[in-house]
């Protein structure tokens, strides 16, 4: 069982930068595959990229490739995510997952059994 708290969110102008954590609790971040996810307000929950246990593969979706840079610090059992040229179209929940795969990323939500709570990122034009 492991327990994942989002902190970092909040609002800022198109073009600015947020950075989100996730810290994790209860058993090792090493032991698990991380992932970020966002959902805007009336859609689907989306992923915006995950990076593997040992940080060796990161996936990043289209959407954010270039702008959004995941990383991941085990040893404060800290996931991150460097959001950058924020814009509104990213306004949205953005929650950070986990599950227990032992080789790469996975990129449907079903794969992850646990789940921050949400962390609320508002871009204004």
């Known amino acids: 069982q492991v327990q994942l708290v989002e902190s970092g969110g909040g609002s800022v102008q198109a073009g600015g930068s947020l950075r989100l954590s996730c810290t994790a609790s209860?058993?090792?971040?090493?032991?698990?595959?991380m992932a970020w996810f966002r959902q805007a307000p009336g859609k689907e929950r989306e992923l915006v990229g995950g990076?593997?246990?040992?940080?060796?593969?990161?996936h990043y979706e289209d959407s954010v490739k270039g702008r959004f840079f995941i990383s991941r610090d085990n040893a404060k059992n800290t996931l991150y995510l460097q959001m950058n040229s924020l814009e509104p179209e990213d306004t949205a929940v953005y929650y950070c997952?986990?599950?227990?795969?032992?080789?790469?990323?996975?990129?449907?939500?079903?794969?992850?059994?646990?789940w921050g709570q949400g962390t609320q990122v508002i871009v204004s034009s």
């Open positions: 997952a986990a599950d227990l795969w032992p080789v790469g990323v996975r990129r449907s939500s079903s794969d992850y059994a646990y």
């Open positions: 209860g058993r090792s971040s090493s032991d698990f595959a």
């Open positions: 990076i593997s246990l040992n940080g060796a593969t990161i």
